[in-house]
């Protein structure tokens, strides 16, 4: 399909024929193109408009696709029929927490995967590749059970804490970065005195920003967008995020469709617009760990 | 110049100082609850008391579990249905996007818009265009069909949700596309003057040098299906919908580990979901062998 429009579109030595075939092509991929478009964008149209509509025109029938009257309304509005405000501090509490620990552990433990010379930098490595092999559930529980018994369920700590401790997906992209820093630059300060600590905070680290500013875009995103981390631990709610916080719309009569449509366009925003902005960096991202 | 000793010694300290947040956080977050989860799979545990030990009885009573049944059916019917949907549906995207039409980048940006949406968001988007007064439905009735209920109704559950889940393939379709323009031209044009058709430059070219992006896109869209979890929680609630019909291993872990306090039984249920994932990937990457070419 894609194929026939992707070749010349017209030359001199065509028929007639092949100019129609060549045109039919096109006009049939344009078509196809329109109407997944149409797929793609009618649910996203739905939660927008949705969310400028009044809560009987949500469930008006038949459904209007614009709304009658633009009420703008829903978005102050939304933001005080639940604590939005204090779920978006403590969403931005835990995104900081966890920012701060996967810089800290990540560029650290990467470090010592790449350029100090020891003996544990292979295994270890081996180790860090296998534990990214590792899901999620087997050891979700023991993990819930150990933090009851330390009281810190209820709290933010069971999801920040861990995040000091490294995570194996970024301490590889890190480490791969690491390595393209030249060797020799870094034994010529060794050679000059300096500590691996500092050469770790004032070289690996500022030669590196491009992979740090995408860990922590990555991190940001993984945070913002957790729903399971936060229904387990986050049992009070005062602490709750946006992600689980959006249940507040949720009641046994009816729920505030609306509002809900308007929170979810807020806390959707900073997901869609960092995606959009750095679509490159993450398919390269994914294409440079291994797909060739 | 220093001595080669001491630099030797220092540097053993440092690697493993500097390595040592990993070392303690795979200790305490990786292997000792990867190891006591199996512990726990063996005892009952109701979090106010103490594990009892009984032996195999978990799984036992897994095996006869009829909701365990439903569960697995459910995911089973995402990985043997939804995936292969899903992977041609990728593909047929990506070949479209692919296409050397003006605006393309505009298409590109609004196929990848729907995937960008976090997915607690985007499912509740979907309970309500699903809606079968209000939503979608309304306009097939339209068309004098009786329109299906969708996640109301059993037997339209899944579907529903894998059209929600077809909707969020931008990001696959961009690996795909990346990996169909990493296609060497010459080599298609060269066969096309050599006589081969569409079809077989299709077969025969494309479908080969792209295969590693299929495999890692199938890979890593099983291991996703297995533990499908935040959609079916926010549409169908911890119970899965009429019937179980939107129950999913994850769930039921879920409902038995938080909601039942049945710590040893949902442990068991987590190694079962780990060795049914372990084993799909190795299946997969069995299969791949003949069939992925790495040129």
């Not at chain 1, 009070?236 to 992600?243: G, S, V």
């Not at chain 2, 080669?4 to 292997?31: C, E, M, T, Y």
């Not at chain 2, 929600?164 to 060269?190: H, R």
């Amino acid at each position: 399909m894609g194929e026939r429009a992707s070749g010349v579109a017209w030359h001199h030595g065509m028929s007639a024929r092949q100019r129609l075939l060549r045109f039919l092509a096109l006009g049939s991929t344009l078509l196809a193109l329109t109407a997944m478009a149409l797929f793609f964008m009618l649910p996203f149209a739905w939660m927008v408009f949705g969310s400028l509509k009044s809560l009987r025109e949500t469930f008006s029938v038949p459904p209007r696709f614009l709304p009658e009257i633009w009420l703008w309304s829903n978005y102050p509005r939304a933001l005080t029929y639940v604590p939005f405000l204090r779920y978006l501090r403590n969403s931005l509490i835990l995104c900081t927490g966890n920012i701060l620990g996967t810089l800290f552990s990540c560029t650290v433990v990467a470090y010592s995967l790449s350029r100090i010379r020891w003996i544990g930098k292979g295994p270890l490595f081996a180790v860090v590749l296998a534990s990214m092999m590792l899901p999620g559930q087997v050891t979700m529980i023991p993990i819930f059970i150990t933090f009851r018994r330390l009281g810190w369920v209820g709290t933010f700590a069971p999801l920040i804490v861990p995040s000091f401790f490294g995570s194996a997906y970024y301490i590889f992209l890190v480490r791969q970065f690491f390595l393209t820093i030249p060797e020799p630059l870094l034994d010529a300060a060794r050679i000059d005195g300096a500590g691996e600590l500092r050469i770790y905070w004032q070289m690996m680290l500022p030669l590196s920003l491009p992979v740090l500013s995408t860990v922590t875009l990555f991190t940001f995103l993984g945070t913002w967008n957790d729903f399971l981390g936060p229904l387990i631990y986050l049992t009070k709610e005062d602490l709750w995020t946006i992600a689980i916080g959006l249940r507040g719309f949720q009641s046994a009569h009816s729920w505030a469709w609306e509002l809900l449509m308007a929170a979810a366009v807020v806390f959707s925003l900073p997901s869609m617009l960092l995606y959009l902005g750095l679509q490159r960096t993450f398919v390269a991202g994914i294409v440079t760990t291994g797909l060739r | 110049m220093i001595s080669r000793k001491r630099i030797h010694w220092r540097d053993q300290v440092n690697g493993a100082l500097f390595a040592s947040p990993f070392i303690v956080g795979f200790l305490a977050f990786s292997l000792y609850p990867f190891l006591a989860s199996l512990y726990y799979s063996f005892t009952d545990y109701g979090l106010m008391g103490r594990p009892e030990w009984v032996g195999l009885q978990n799984y036992l009573d897994l095996v006869r579990d009829k909701v365990f049944h439903v569960a697995l059916n459910n995911n089973a019917y995402l990985v043997f249905i939804g995936i292969p949907f899903y992977i041609v549906w990728a593909l047929l995207t990506a070949l479209l996007l692919n296409a050397r039409v003006h605006g393309i980048s505009i298409y590109r940006t609004l196929f990848l818009l729907p995937a960008t949406i976090p997915s607690v968001a985007a499912s509740y988007v979907w309970l309500w265009v699903l809606n079968p007064r209000t939503g979608v439905g309304y306009y097939i009735s339209l068309f004098g069909l009786n329109p299906p209920l969708w996640y109301n109704d059993p037997q339209w559950a899944k579907p529903g949700l894998i059209l929600f889940w077809l909707w969020t393939v931008g990001m696959d379709a961009l690996i795909f596309l990346a990996a169909l323009q990493g296609i060497p031209q010459d080599l298609k044009e060269a066969a096309e003057l050599d006589g081969a058709t569409q079809r077989r430059r299709a077969l025969s070219i494309d479908l080969p040098l792209i295969s590693p992006a299929i495999l890692f896109v199938t890979v890593t869209g099983v291991i996703w299906t297995i533990s499908f979890f935040t959609q079916a929680f926010i549409i169908a609630g911890p119970t899965g919908g009429r019937e179980s019909s939107m129950l999913f291993l994850a769930l039921y872990l879920y409902v038995n580990a938080f909601q039942y306090l049945k710590m040893g039984y949902a442990s068991a249920l987590a190694w079962m979901l780990f060795l049914i994932n372990a084993a799909l990937t190795l299946i997969m990457l069995r299969a791949s062998r003949e069939r992925v070419f790495y040129g």
